[in-house]
């Protein structure tokens, strides 16, 4: 059993102790749960740059911040490669602690397709991309910008526990040489909250 089988495990055996023990609360103020995402910080990590990630957040409105920037492959990304995303979680006394979530797997292409859902197609329409099939040719790719609402549609587990998280996501070859990086600081709020920054 790989290490995230085994942490899906204990968390959804953490979230049913969790919820039959709280039936009687109303609006039950649990370590997890269903959450929204709020998207904080987008930067690139040292890489070699075959793959230029050059994006940031840019608040349009009070109520809406999109997703603006570019990306250069200077070679195709394609199913060659390795993702390796790792996620680290905030913790007020220890800092920044990593492998709250690990994906780490190779066919990068197809399986970061797979992730991001229909963010996907968002992604693609938004960064004027023609074809969202893998692998994504060599070429500069540039948004119009894209409402991070639109960005929450993900392929990735509905419950999760509440909290401040960075998600390091690198395309390795088989060299392990990273190619490309960026850093997503993000936090995973309940439903109901909105924090103010
Ligand atoms: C890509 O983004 C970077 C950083 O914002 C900017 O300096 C550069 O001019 C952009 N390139 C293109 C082709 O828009
Ligand atoms: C989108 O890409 C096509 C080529 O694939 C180009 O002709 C067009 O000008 C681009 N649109 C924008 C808004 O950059
Ligand atoms: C999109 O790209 C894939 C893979 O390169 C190719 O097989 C397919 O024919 C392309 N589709 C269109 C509509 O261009």
Same mark, same amino acid.
Request: contains cysteine.
């Given at each position: 059993m790989s290490i995230k089988t085994i942490m899906m495990k204990v968390f959804v055996l953490i979230a049913f102790l969790s919820l039959s023990n709280s039936?009687?609360?109303?609006?039950p103020n649990l370590p997890l749960g269903e959450y929204r995402i709020v998207f904080e910080k987008i930067y690139s990590c040292e890489s070699t740059n075959l793959f230029q990630i050059n994006v940031y957040f840019n608040k349009k409105t009070l109520s809406i911040t999109e997703l603006k920037g570019n990306f250069t492959n200077t070679i195709p990304f394609d199913d060659t490669f390795t993702l390796d995303a790792n996620t680290a979680s905030w913790d007020s006394i220890g800092g920044w602690k990593p492998n709250s979530v690990v994906y780490i797997t190779k066919n990068a292409c197809s399986n970061l397709k797979k992730v991001l859902g229909n963010v996907w197609n968002t992604l693609f329409k938004s960064f004027n991309?023609? %074809?969202?099939?893998?692998?994504?040719?060599v070429g500069t790719y540039i948004s119009t910008g894209v409402d991070l609402?639109?960005?929450?549609?993900? %392929?990735?587990?509905?419950e999760y526990f509440y909290g401040k998280y960075k998600l390091t996501a690198k395309i390795k070859n088989v060299k392990n040489e990273v190619l490309g990086c960026v850093v997503i600081e993000h936090s995973l709020v309940r439903p109901w909250e909105t924090l103010i920054d």
């Amino acid at each position: 059993m790989s290490i995230k089988t085994i942490m899906m495990k204990v968390f959804v055996l953490i979230a049913f102790l969790s919820l039959s023990n709280s039936k009687s609360n109303y609006m039950p103020n649990l370590p997890l749960g269903e959450y929204r995402i709020v998207f904080e910080k987008i930067y690139s990590c040292e890489s070699t740059n075959l793959f230029q990630i050059n994006v940031y957040f840019n608040k349009k409105t009070l109520s809406i911040t999109e997703l603006k920037g570019n990306f250069t492959n200077t070679i195709p990304f394609d199913d060659t490669f390795t993702l390796d995303a790792n996620t680290a979680s905030w913790d007020s006394i220890g800092g920044w602690k990593p492998n709250s979530v690990v994906y780490i797997t190779k066919n990068a292409c197809s399986n970061l397709k797979k992730v991001l859902g229909n963010v996907w197609n968002t992604l693609f329409k938004s960064f004027n991309v023609s %074809n969202t099939s893998c692998p994504i040719p060599v070429g500069t790719y540039i948004s119009t910008g894209v409402d991070l609402k639109e960005l929450e549609d993900l %392929n990735i587990p509905k419950e999760y526990f509440y909290g401040k998280y960075k998600l390091t996501a690198k395309i390795k070859n088989v060299k392990n040489e990273v190619l490309g990086c960026v850093v997503i600081e993000h936090s995973l709020v309940r439903p109901w909250e909105t924090l103010i920054d």
